[in-house]
């Protein structure tokens, strides 16, 4: 059975980094697209950024542009996530998620869409 499984994060002060990983326990080509999502308590899951996984073009919500940097390994299986100057208001859990269909690269941040759900890996940024 396929799963993914997230992990790197932790608590760090506001402007520093983390690198989370997610590893998928087995490369299908239904894992047409991946992404990272991030929630926090009350609210809805918010997706951070996402990578077609054969043109690796890439994708980033404008909260986490220029900050993040979304990246896939094949030689693990691996999608990752490099998150720079960090913010407090990127507290959270991370998830990653990965989809078999697309019908509009508008929508790749609808967390519905995707079949595949890592169980999270938390991220704390202090002040």
């Known amino acids: 059975q396929e799963q993914l499984t997230e992990s790197g994060g932790g608590s760090v002060q506001a402007g520093g980094s983390l690198r989370l990983s997610c590893v998928a326990s087995?490369?299908?080509?239904?894992?047409?697209?991946m992404s990272w999502f991030r929630q926090t308590p009350g609210k809805e899951r918010e997706g951070v950024a996402g990578?077609?996984?054969?043109?690796?073009?890439?994708r980033y919500s404008d909260s986490v542009k220029g900050r993040f940097t979304i990246s896939r390994d094949d030689a693990d299986n691996s999608l990752l996530l490099q998150m720079d100057s960090l913010t407090p208001e990127d507290t959270g859990m991370y998830y990653c998620?990965?989809?078999?269909?697309?019908?509009?690269?508008?929508?790749?941040?609808?967390?519905?869409?995707?079949?595949?759900w890592g169980q999270g890996t938390q991220v704390t940024v202090s002040s």
């Open positions: 087995t490369y299908t080509h239904d894992m047409y697209f």
């Open positions: 990578i077609w996984t054969r043109s690796r073009d890439t």
């Open positions: 998620a990965t989809r078999s269909t697309f019908s509009h690269a508008a929508d790749w941040d609808q967390a519905d869409k995707y079949q595949l």
